[in-house]
């Protein structure tokens, strides 16, 4: 006999107030009621690691391990990537009280652990069914087969006759009063046993006002495979009978569950299915509805039990008949699929699908049938390419990383440059990194480090004449939640123009401005005047005057200064052309010459060249009164007569080893001097110098370092390393010698626009220079 379990409200409610009651806290626990079964899920974050699970009858708490929740309807399973720990309980499960098949009553423990002891959360819930029966019903679970039939259903009327004939024959032989089951295999009929020792051997019965389930648990010894074009489907035929005086009770249990485990290709799982799982009865027509996680998607396939080609698509889903197979097609990023990266010679991913299909057929006696599959579907370990862009800021100077297309359970928790090692948390100040979350669960970061940071390599390449930054990345991250570090590395070298730097020049009245506009490697450029190097040092020398700060550079050389030269000398004005130079500093190689000329008109200037020149244009404005005539004006030698001249202006040149030019030579300069002589009106013709007491003169020089100078001989050669310091002195007028470029005329008329170079401090331990000729001091040397 089969004994059916019925729990009366009263009962129930009984157990209930006597167990210890703890309340489970808003948000971690689901019940839901779906179509044939029951379903619990709890947040992993409130159960640990290790829930348990107790149903509970009138008799008593049954733990629900695996072998028993098979046996007895209750699948368990954790959603790691959800999550959750979830239960289903069929309709017809062990300890499940039911009225009329209408109304379903269930009542378990959640057992989790609470500082070493464990707690127990009772959990009720009854459920009707939202869809009538079919006249049978097939649930291929994750762990057992069910079927259920009404106990009224007629027989088939297209039974085969010979397996008609084998099992009526058994049962005419072995029928007694009490219910036995016999499980056939092909071309097999088992001697039949009775209930008790079914359920001994994992089967169960269970009758219910009108229905008949029979469950089994998967790779039972009874059941056996039989492939169905090419996919394998398990089956499970077991006969239940018993004699009720003259008449016999046969009722024929028939569950068959495809044991396909999937393939995957292009991004897709697939999973194949007979049309036909029971190949008994000739089925008319098929439909077929598919989804994830017990909840069916909008994507179904209705068929005329053909063998022709056809399939529908919705939703990404792909549901096909061909040649009497469904293939059911999900996409990776179906909606509620489970994800799992792993380290395994890299990063992998594996993808877990809770397949749930739904498919009822109508027989040619239009009696439905209903199947319903849970499927767990895992694909093997995947590669998981992680995307990894340059997108370089040159503009800006920065190198731009996108490391992109990361699964949501792997993070970034260091970043290592140039094999110098940040953690985030110092690579977010130092740097700057961005997370990116996207639409499809993934997430990617960017990364930004300036060219000129001190981690970058910097190396100047000529052969592509540019400046080449070098930086190393390997991002490190971990698979969460094992912590397991996956590394990521990329090199990115980036190329900026490094040619010589423009250098802008500018006129003004006091000479030439150059000015340089800062960029980063500009250091691979050296700026001399000549052969020497600018510096600090050789600005105080020779009187530049440079400024420098973050943005540029700015030189100004002020007029007569070292460097200069003089061309297209006239009373209206000269030109003076100064030129600087960008240098290779490892090969001292010129790359680029900025020179510039400017125009210049003053009224009275001293020049004193490095190539021993004197140039002096000088104001005789104060002495016209005196009846001076600037054209009849001599140097020392009275045949050196100016260059040119008007009204009140002559302008000499002449070589410093002429015109009776004298030398002077101290511990640290020589000094070369001439005389402007002024012969007035009243002295024409004679010589001027003889008994004249009305005679002026202006005495012009030019001094230079002796340090600087290479040849000084009055013969034929002179050549020093600086322009030498002019100073004009009229011999009755001392107040308005003129020492420095600061020094203001007195004199309205004399508009005086003179630059000397400053003071020069020479070396203390200067030797003087030995075998210096006698210097003689008159005329015509």
């Known amino acids: 006999m089969v004994v059916v379990f019925s729990i009366g409200l009263t009962l129930l409610l009984s157990l209930w107030t006597s167990t210890t009651s703890h309340q489970i806290p808003e948000g971690v626990l689901q019940m839901e009621c779906r179509d044939r079964y029951f379903m619990i899920a709890v947040n992993l974050s409130f159960t640990g690691e290790d829930p348990q699970f107790e149903v509970v009858d009138e008799m008593g708490a049954y733990p629900i391990t695996e072998s028993y929740g098979a046996q007895h309807g209750y699948t368990v399973r954790i959603l790691l990537s959800q999550g959750l720990v979830e239960l289903r309980a069929s309709f017809f499960s062990h300890h499940t009280s039911s009225q009329d098949d209408l109304l379903f009553t269930f009542s378990f423990n959640l057992i989790v652990s609470r500082d070493g002891e464990n707690v127990k959360f009772p959990l009720y819930k009854t459920c009707s069914p939202t869809l009538t029966w079919a006249p049978r019903e097939v649930t291929c679970e994750a762990n057992y087969m069910e079927v259920s039939v009404k106990s009224d259903e007629a027989c088939p009327t297209k039974t085969k006759e010979d397996d008609w004939n084998a099992s009526t024959q058994m049962v005419y032989t072995y029928a007694t009063s009490e219910w036995q089951v016999a499980l056939k295999r092909p071309g097999q ?30 790779g039972q010894p009874d059941s056996f495979v039989a492939p169905v074009n090419g996919v394998p489907v398990e089956v499970v035929h077991a006969i239940l009978f018993s004699r009720q005086g003259w008449i016999i009770i046969k009722v024929d249990l028939l569950a068959a569950c495809s044991m396909h485990e999937g393939s995957h290709e292009n991004g897709y799982l697939q999973w194949k299915m007979p049309e036909f799982l029971d190949s008994t009865n000739k089925v008319d027509k098929t439909q077929v509805a598919v989804g994830i996680n017990g909840k069916l998607q909008q994507t179904h396939f209705s068929g005329l039990g053909d063998t022709s080609n056809s399939s529908t698509e919705q939703s990404g889903y792909v549901v096909q008949l061909q040649n009497s197979i469904f293939q059911i097609r999900i996409p990776y990023n179906a909606e509620g699929r489970q994800r799992k990266s792993l380290v395994s010679d890299g990063l992998k991913e594996f993808y877990i699908f809770n397949l749930y299909l739904e498919q009822i057929l109508l027989d040619e006696d239009q009696v439905s049938v209903r199947v319903r599959i849970f499927r767990t579907l895992v694909t093997p370990l995947l590669p998981r390419p992680l995307l990894c862009v340059n997108e370089t800021l040159f503009e800006e100077r920065t190198f731009l990383v996108y490391l992109g297309d990361i699964p949501e359970d792997v993070a970034l928790v260091a970043v290592s440059l140039n094999g110098r090692e940040f953690s985030l948390q110092e690579i977010m100040i130092d740097f700057t990194v961005t997370a990116v979350a996207h639409t499809n669960n993934t997430h990617g970061y960017t990364l930004k480090v300036p ?29 969460l939640p094992e912590k397991e570090p996956i590394y990521h590395q990329t090199a990115i070298v980036a190329l900026m123009d490094a040619s010589p730097p423009e250098v802008d020049a500018f006129c003004s009245d006091s000479g030439i401005r150059f000015t340089l506009e800062h960029r980063p490697f500009d250091h691979l450029w050296q700026i001399t005047i000549g052969s020497d190097l600018l510096s600090s040092e050789l600005a105080t020398r020779h009187g530049y005057i440079v400024t420098n700060d973050s943005q540029r550079l700015q030189l100004d050389v002020p007029l007569f200064t070292t460097g200069y030269k003089y061309n297209n000398v006239t009373l209206k004005g000269f030109s003076g052309t100064f030129e600087v130079l960008l240098r290779d500093p490892e090969a001292s190689e010129v790359h680029r010459s900025i020179t510039k000329t400017c125009p210049f008109s003053l009224s009275q200037y001293i020049s004193c060249s490095t190539n021993g020149t004197m140039t002096v244009m000088v104001d005789l404005s104060p002495n016209i009164q005196n009846g001076v005539i600037p054209a009849r004006t001599h140097l020392l030698d009275r045949n050196c007569r100016p260059k040119d001249s008007d009204r009140t202006t002559v302008l000499f040149s002449f070589p410093l080893n002429s015109c009776g030019t004298t030398v002077k030579v101290g511990k640290e300069a020589v000094t070369y001097q001439n005389e402007i002589f002024l012969p007035s009106e009243s002295h024409k013709g004679g010589n001027s110098l003889e008994g004249s007491h009305d005679l002026q003169s202006v005495t012009i020089q030019c001094t230079y370092p002796l340090d600087g100078l290479h040849r000084f001989f009055w013969t034929y050669m002179f050549d020093s390393d600086t322009t030498g310091v002019g100073r004009i002195v009229y011999a009755k007028q001392p107040s308005h010698e003129l020492q420095t470029s600061t020094t203001q005329p007195t004199t309205a008329k004399r508009k005086w626009s003179i630059f000397l170079q400053p003071s020069y401090r020479f070396p203390s331990g200067y030797v003087k220079m030995p075998n210096f000729p006698t210097v003689s001091q008159r005329r015509g040397l």
């Open 451 to 479: 060219f000129d940071h001190p981690v970058v390599i910097q190396q100047f390449s000529k052969h592509d004449n540019a400046m080449k930054y070098t930086v190393t990345i390997q991002f490190t991250l971990h698979v």
């Open 189 to 218: 009929l088992m001697i039949p046993i009775n209930i008790s020792e079914a359920s001994r051997r994992g089967y169960e019965f269970h009758l219910t006002e009108g229905r008949l389930a029979f469950r089994t648990p998967y």
